[in-house]
């Protein structure tokens, strides 16, 4: 929502998120390791910074509210 790219460790909620396929962020290891690689990742490479931006920016629309409403909506 606020344009910043989003890292996560790969775990179900995340990968729900973000995507398996890591569309929409970078999924890391979850160990001490595979969370330093993916940060150094997009540090060394502002086009992966500048790519992921623009698609946090996508996906924000995903949790807007109107999008929320209709889905509970539609359950009732």
Not at 56 to 71: G, M, N, T
Request: a negative charge.
């Amino acid at each position: 929502i606020l344009g910043i790219p989003v890292l996560a460790t790969a775990t179900n909620g995340a990968k729900e998120i973000i995507g398996d396929d890591s569309k929409y962020g970078i999924l890391m290891e979850n160990s001490v390791d595979g969370i330093y690689k993916g940060i150094k990742h997009v540090l060394d490479n502002p086009n992966v910074y500048s790519h992921y931006r623009s698609l946090a920016i996508e996906r924000s629309h995903y949790f807007s509210p109107d999008r929320i409403l209709k889905q509970i909506e539609s359950l009732l």
